[in-house]
């Protein structure tokens, strides 16, 4: 058999994975007209294709990788972790990387999320989360608050319970008989200004709407999840920090539990390293994956506090939390992790986002005034925009401009007509040029009719 380390032509690639690699996140017909990147290797910002071609990584590989691709401090970390230990399992045994990465996450919210459970990823983090605020009431004696509230247009994942606290119909609506719906209440995405409105006034009115909610079902619902200041797969729909403020503060009213989804957020992407300290507040519960490793390995974490944890300490099993991943804790996951946090620490990373992303967006200025762009808008390392009218307002624009931007140097994958950036947070003036450059010239040519 072949193995994975021989060179292989892009094109006899594609053939293999289309007869064996059922894709993710994809409506397998399409890869008829457009058919998949052969990816061969990773370094730095760009990925390079199975025939030497490269491709700057405009969205972090769906938004996991942080200092680029093949980075040598993670890379050594995992080497060194590889010689010890790979893996062991976590029920019934420890080991140093789980310990010493829930000790440096907990400290990243100065102890007050002291409690670290893990899992492989972002679905599974939220299953974990909304299960241990059920099983909390429950063993406080108060099961009848078994009730969730989600955000409008919010995404969470695509398993079962994920699914019903996510309000995107493409992901959800085909498993609907199967699902527990959540209550919803208004999103508060800024986009929603009327003339003369903030991005506060929305969040206001949204708060609102939470408002109402818990007064007439609060004594039922046991939290609320929410994604802090980005709603991602809702064309990162963005809003003001007052609403996490309001949120908080109603949760406590009204003795409910805030679940923050930061599997997307996390780790700098808003320019803090939580997205919720922009609001000066913690959850009770915090969803972390994707950039946790760094883009290496798949790993999540729920951290919750003290009282969540306490309320599951018994000598009665029943009482435990006895959710369960073989791969829980994997050694070089956190391993991999592990190494991330140091980069955070041996360097000012956020500073060095600052200049990276202000750069990024001066260069991409002038869409501000193009007449089929709207709402150009950044939050920390995250830019977005949306396309308006133009020559094709088919549904099919995301594949169109996600073509035009591979041949003009970039991975690039708009949800909708948002398109946005979300790369590594390792770009030199050079790269920031080339990721500008290949965003407009597919901006251009996707608006083209005789480029359809």
Known sequence: MQGVTNPVRGD???????????HPCTQMKHHESSPPLPIARGAGAWLYDADGRRYLDGISSWWVNLFGHAHPAINAALVDQLATLEHAMLAGCTHEPAVALAERLSARTDGALGHAFFASDGASAVEIALKMSFHFWRNGGQPDKREFACVEHGYHG????????TDVALFRDAYGPLLRRAHKVASPDARQAAPGETAADVAARALADVAAL?????????AIIVEPLVQCAAGMAMHDPAYLRGLRALCDRHDVHLIADEIAVGFGRTGSFFAHEQAGIRPDLLCLSKGITGGYLPLSVVLCSDRVHDAFYDDDIARGFLHSHSYTGNPLACRAALATLDLFDRHDVLAGNRARFDALAAALGDLASHRHVAHLRRCGAILAFDVRGGAHADGGFARRYARHAL???????????????????????????????ATLQALERSLDPRQA
Do not use: H, K, N
Not at 158 to 165: D, H, K, R, S, Y
Not at 408 to 430: K, S
């Open 214 to 222: 818990f007064e007439t079902r609060g004594a039922s619902i046991a």
């Open 158 to 165: 695509e398993t079962l319970g994920a699914l019903g606290v």
């Open 407 to 437: 041949a003009a140097g970039a991975l690039l994958r708009p949800i909708g007509r948002t398109v946005y950036l979300m790369p590594p947070y390792v770009l030199d003036p050079q790269e920031i040029a080339c990721l500008a450059s």
């Open 12 to 22: 006899a690639l594609v053939a293999r994975s289309l007869r064996a690699v059922w």
